[in-house]
C-alpha cells in the first residue's frame, strides 16, 4: 500500500545515497508539498514531488528511492499530478540519471535539447554601459514577470516567487537592467566555489538586436568574478543558435555535453504553447 508521507515518517525513510534531501530539508519540503510525497507502508521506499519553477502546471518528478516499487510509486505520484492539475510533468536530472529507460518507457520523452558552455578565465573586456543595472526589488517583479513571457519559450518561465527566491539566496544574484524607465532584460547570476553561472540572460524581444545582450553578459561575467569566480558556465537550447553565436564571441566553448530535459504530458493534445 502506498500512504502520504509525514513528519513523523521521516525517520523511517532510506534516502538514497545522493539525495537531494537531509531531514531537515524534507520536513520543509513536506509542508511545502504534503500531495506530492509518498512512501510505501511499513517500508523505507519513497517518492518526492515539487513543482517546475514553482508553476503548478507543471509537476517536477524530483526523487524515487525504489526500484522493485517504483512503477507504483510514480504512478501514484502522477495521479497526485493529475488531481492537482498539471499539465505535464518534468523529470528531474537525477532521476533521469537514475532510471531513463524506465521513464521512456512510461512515455517520459525529450522536451527540450540543452548545451553546456564555459569560459574557462571569467574575463572580459568593458563595454561602455547604456543600461542601468541593479538588484531585484519588489516592485520590479510585475514587469519581470511580463518580460519573461515574452523572451522566453512557456517551459522556461520563471514566476514572480521563483525569481524573488533566487534574489534571496546568498550566492545568488538578480538584476533587472533599465534604459530610463523601461526594463530592458535581466542576469540571473550564481557561484559555487570558483565556479560562475548565468542561470539567465535575458533581453525584451523589442530591444533585441542592438547590443544589448552582449552588455548583459559583459556585466555578468565581471561580476561573477567580482565575486570571488574563476570560470564562468552557461546553459542554452541546442536550437537557440543566436545566443550560441553571441556566448562564443565571449569566448564561451561548448563542453562537448548535451542533456534532454524530459517531460510527460499528463492529457493528450498538449504542447509547449501556454
Excluded at 523505507?44 to 526523487?63: K, M, N, Q, T, V
Excluded at 516567487?161 to 534571496?168: D, G, H, P, V, Y
Excluded at 550564481?190 to 559583459?218: K, S
Amino acid at each position: 500500500m502506498i500512504v502520504p508521507i509525514t513528519s513523523a515518517d521521516i525517520p523511517n525513510l532510506s534516502l538514497a545515497a545522493d539525495s537531494r534531501f537531509t531531514p531537515d530539508t524534507l520536513a520543509r519540503h513536506l509542508a511545502r508539498y504534503p500531495h506530492l510525497a509518498f512512501r510505501l507502508a511499513g517500508g523505507p521506499d519513497y517518492a518526492l514531488g515539487s513543482c517546475w519553477h514553482r508553476r503548478p502546471e507543471i509537476g517536477l518528478l524530483l526523487e524515487v528511492a525504489s526500484q522493485e516499487q517504483r512503477p507504483a510509486l510514480v504512478e501514484r505520484l502522477l495521479a497526485a499530478y493529475r488531481q492537482a492539475g498539471a499539465r505535464l510533468v518534468v523529470l528531474s536530472d537525477s532521476e533521469a540519471e537514475r532510471a531513463l529507460d524506465f521513464y521512456r518507457q512510461l512515455g517520459f520523452s525529450v522536451l527540450e535539447e540543452v548545451i553546456p558552455y564555459e569560459q574557462p578565465h571569467c574575463r572580459v573586456e568593458p563595454l561602455s554601459p547604456r543600461l542601468a543595472l541593479r538588484p531585484l526589488a519588489t516592485d520590479d517583479l510585475p514587469a519581470l514577470v511580463a518580460l519573461e513571457e515574452q523572451a522566453f519559450p512557456w517551459l522556461w518561465w520563471e514566476t514572480a516567487e521563483s525569481f524573488w527566491e533566487a534574489a534571496q539566496r546568498p550566492d545568488c544574484w538578480v538584476y533587472t537592467a533599465w534604459l530610463g524607465g523601461e526594463l530592458v532584460g535581466y542576469l540571473i547570476l550564481a557561484r559555487r566555489n570558483d565556479l560562475g553561472h548565468i542561470n539567465r540572460i535575458a533581453v525584451h524581444p523589442r530591444w533585441q538586436g542592438r547590443g544589448y545582450g552582449a552588455e548583459l553578459l559583459t556585466y555578468a561575467i565581471g561580476d561573477l568574478a567580482r565575486h570571488g569566480a574563476r570560470r564562468v558556465g552557461l546553459n542554452t537550447q541546442s536550437n537557440n543558435t543566436r545566443s550560441q553565436r553571441l556566448y562564443e564571441r565571449f569566448a564561451f566553448q561548448c563542453t562537448g555535453e548535451r542533456y534532454g530535459v524530459y517531460g510527460l504530458w499528463l492529457e493528450e493534445g498538449n504542447t509547449l504553447s501556454p
